[in-house]
């Protein structure tokens, strides 16, 4: 069985999809922008704050089942430029502290929805 999840307090989906959705004892997250739920803008053209507000958007998806960043079991990370991985990759790792930290791909690609610099998905478990 699966479960739809969704909130106010992240953006609201632009297609046919889903925030997030849980099957068994996993959660499956749609990839997120960095968007601000309340303007559903980009919270700036900065690698640093779209990554900085894709965190808090995946915690507030987290907030709404109960759940936190320690849930999260594996990430995948698509960069518009893989030359913004380091700023990425310093701004990931303090959402993990202490370790362990989840299973990780990053994937460089030509654009992404809205062009974004960076879009990231997870998934969880309960």
């Known amino acids: 069985m699966k479960k739809v999840i969704s909130t106010k307090n992240a953006p609201e989906v632009i297609g046919p999809y889903s925030q997030a959705v849980k099957a068994g004892d996993f959660v499956f997250f749609s990839g997120q922008l960095g968007i601000n739920p309340a303007t559903g803008e980009f919270i700036s053209n900065s690698i640093t704050e779209q990554t900085e507000q894709i965190f808090k958007n995946i915690t507030a998806i987290l907030d709404e089942i109960g759940l936190t960043l320690k849930n999260i079991v594996k990430t995948t990370v ?21 370790h362990p930290y989840p299973a990780r791909s990053v994937i460089a690609v030509k654009t992404l929805p809205k062009n974004a610099l960076i879009e990231i998905e997870v998934v969880a478990i309960y």
């Open 78 to 98: 698509f960069l518009s430029d893989i030359s913004n991985f380091a700023v990425m990759n310093e701004i990931y790792s303090k959402y993990f502290i202490p």
